[in-house]
């Protein structure tokens, strides 16, 4: 089945800064990849998502990067802000129904 | 916010007892994905409802069962919580096949003793 697993358990960066967080996924077949933010106390919340047939695609502030061959996929985020902290996790579909977690990076924005 | 909502926010059981836990999907939405989320872990998929039938199930036992309703609302029951039940329980509406846009609630923090 997919796993997908964050490179860095935490990331600390100065308000301002661009932050990078990476991931990596097993399974070459999924359709899709997805990128979730979550607050403490709060569910996962969208940010952006990629199709396999892409190899970059851009949001607000965001960019995810995707790497089919080293099965690899980053989530940039510009011009980082206090309000980004928070728990990042990638996600990807299995078998259809399920979305597989990363463990999560926790990012913290210093003022 | 997201439309999805859960209740109640936080409970606290004992070992050996049950558990009901309860949410409400996003207008139009007619599937709804349950998922367990243990402290300093990603969420794990327990399992997903779509017109009212489980549609996909993850690697929990069967003491791990659900329910959806016409309304598409759904309930989560844990029956014998063990102390490794303690997690926050996570529930996802969307529309078939469209994970993508799949929206999540609050949570529900629950605590065994």
């Known amino acids: 089945g997919e796993s997908v697993g964050l490179h860095l358990p935490t990331l600390s960066v100065q308000e301002g800064d661009n932050s990078i967080i990476n991931c990596a996924y097993s399974?070459?077949?999924?359709?899709?990849f997805i990128w979730y933010k979550q607050e403490s106390g709060k569910g996962p919340q969208f940010i952006i998502d990629?199709?396999?047939?892409?190899d970059k695609r851009q949001g607000q502030r965001v960019t995810v990067l995707l790497n089919k061959t080293v099965k690899h996929l980053s989530l940039q985020i510009a011009a980082t802000q206090p309000g980004d902290s928070a728990v990042y996790f990638c996600a990807a579909p299995q078998a259809g129904t399920a979305l597989i977690f990363g463990k999560g990076t926790t990012l913290s924005v210093s003022s | 916010e997201t439309g999805v909502t859960q209740s109640p926010t936080h409970l606290i059981k004992t070992r050996g007892q049950q558990v009901t836990l309860r949410c409400s999907s996003q207008?139009?939405?007619?599937?709804v994905s349950w998922y367990q989320q243990a402290l300093g872990q990603g969420p794990q998929f327990i399992f997903q409802y779509y017109r009212e039938e489980e549609n996909g199930r993850g690697n929990f036992p069967p003491r791990f069962s659900g329910l959806q309703f016409p309304n598409y609302s759904s309930e989560l029951n844990v029956n014998a919580l063990e102390l490794d039940d303690s997690a926050l329980y996570l529930c996802?509406?969307?529309?078939?096949?469209?994970?993508?846009?799949?929206?999540f609630g609050q949570g529900t923090r629950l605590t065994v003793v």
């Open positions: 990629i199709r396999s047939n892409m």
């Open positions: 996802a509406s969307s529309l078939r096949d469209r994970e993508t846009e799949a929206f």
């Open positions: 207008s139009g939405h007619n599937t």
């Open positions: 399974n070459s077949a999924s359709d899709y």
